[in-house]
């Protein structure tokens, strides 16, 4: 019913940038937060950023001051502009949001599949 979909991933020189974009489609009704997340290899996944709806932003500590969150409303799509990039921001960066079906009085929260950021010279 409802899917999240990211775009955007790739090979980036360090110091280089990327812009990630999820879109999330299919029968929703409402999205409260929607934020980014990532895994890198042998470790656990870690939030990056998350986005109210009204716009207020958090950031993990490791990527303040170059990473931005953004998201467009009315296409129910969240980006991420990571900026001044290091090798260890390679991951599988994930969306998230947590939103309401048509038809279902709760909000709950979808993931996208993920798209690889490698950050490599």
């Known amino acids: 019913q409802v899917q999240l979909v990211e775009s955007g991933g790739g090979l980036v020189q360090p110091g280089g940038s990327l812009r990630l974009s999820c879109a999330a489609s299919g029968s929703i009704f409402s999205i409260n937060a929607m934020g980014w997340y990532r895994q890198a290899p042998g470790k656990e996944r870690e939030l990056v950023a998350t986005?109210?709806?009204?716009?207020?932003?958090n950031y993990a500590d490791s990527v303040k001051g170059r990473f931005t969150i953004s998201r467009d409303n009315a296409k129910n799509t969240v980006y991420l502009q990571m900026n001044s990039l290091k090798p260890e921001d390679t991951a599988v960066y994930y969306c998230n949001a947590d939103l309401r079906v048509v038809g279902v009085p709760r909000f709950r929260s979808y993931w996208g599949k993920g798209t690889l950021v490698t950050v490599s010279s």
């Open positions: 986005i109210t709806s009204d716009g207020s932003t």
